[in-house]
């Protein structure tokens, strides 16, 4: 089972920056957050990762809270592409390998 | 530097066949993971290789197969098929190492069993 919950959907306006929530209440002290975005049957695409910094990209920001138990994905200035589901993942090393754990994600849609 | 690739992009089969799907990691990558993507369960981990060696399995049935090339190009099969085994089929890359673990997904096969 997925280690995060997210809001199923959310709306921003076109321009606005958009704030997307994500718990991750269970998350251990070395697992990290990654957050990936799908814009409809495409390949998902990477946006940003983090442990406990927050990180800054030219694609987005993450907020990871002191508690590492939340993190917040902003997309500062949402233009009508960033239209697509958003998923926030809590990496668990397994075996010495990886294993992403996909939840639904939110549906973020940018209306003009 | 080129993406993930995958081919073919579209496939049509009839239940009983089986399949084959390859993909190709971006150059320097050496895990590389296959998801099945479905309208009712969402994106779902098959499994991940790592220098020709399975390290990860999903909850998937034995038909589900897999191996990695010393190349690291990787291919899944998927014996004699169901309806249910429709799906878009995603291979991701990663480096693995120093810290480096982000995948990055090719755009996917679309599988469609009849």
């Known amino acids: 089972d997925a280690k995060t919950t997210q809001p199923p959907s959310m709306d921003c306006a076109e321009g606005r920056a958009a704030n997307l929530p994500c718990n991750h209440s269970?998350?251990?002290?070395?697992?990290?957050v990654y957050w990936y975005r799908q814009i409809h049957s495409q390949g998902p695409q990477y946006i940003i990762h983090?442990?406990?910094n927050n990180e800054t990209n030219e694609m987005a920001s993450l907020i990871i809270t002191e508690d590492r138990k939340s993190s917040t994905l902003i997309l500062p200035h949402a233009t009508l592409r960033d239209t697509a589901v958003y998923y926030c993942?809590?990496?668990?090393?397994?075996?010495?390998?990886?294993?992403?754990?996909f939840g639904p994600g939110t549906r973020l849609s940018v209306l003009p | 530097k080129a993406g993930v690739t995958q081919t073919p992009r579209y496939l049509i089969k009839t239940r009983g066949q089986q399949v084959t799907l390859s993909c190709s990691p971006i150059s320097g990558h050496r895990s590389v993971s296959w998801y099945q993507q479905t309208p009712g369960q969402g994106l779902q981990f098959l499994f991940e290789y790592f220098s020709e060696t399975q390290r990860n399995k999903g909850n998937f049935p034995g038909r589900f197969s897999g191996r990695q090339f010393s190349n690291s190009r990787s291919e899944m099969n998927v014996s004699t098929l169901e309806l249910g085994d429709s799906a878009l089929y995603l291979c991701?890359?990663?480096?693995?190492?120093?810290?480096?673990?982000?995948?990055?997904f090719g755009p996917g096969t679309r599988l469609t069993v009849t």
């Open positions: 993942i809590v990496r668990v090393e397994v075996n010495y390998g990886q294993n992403f754990v």
């Open positions: 269970t998350i251990s002290g070395n697992e990290y």
């Open positions: 991701a890359s990663s480096l693995d190492r120093l810290g480096t673990y982000e995948q990055y």
């Open positions: 983090g442990l406990k």
